[in-house]
């Protein structure tokens, strides 16, 4: 298994629940071959430039492990999440 760090950007006006719940099912995706080692909430920040006319999102960085062929997997059902504005998803050498 392969170590990796993601940060997901959650649209400022989604409430708590529904973000919670958005998150829950990716981390579903993720413990299903692997194992979730550190989330950090990072809250609400603002971005450097706009997207989608929004000027901050709410931030949440996790450490994790799971299978290379997972991430493709991973970044589909972050993709198609109404709630998430950008994912991204980095391998830790080792």
Known sequence: MNKYEAVIMFYPEVEEEKRNASFDRLKKVIEKDGK???IDEWGM???AYAIDYKNE???IFYEF???AEDIVEINRVAKIMDPV???MIIKVED
């Open 57 to 59: 999102a709410y931030y």
């Open 36 to 38: 979730i080692n550190n």
């Open 65 to 67: 492990e799971t299978k």
């Open 45 to 47: 920040k603002k971005l």
């Open 85 to 87: 504005m950008r994912q």
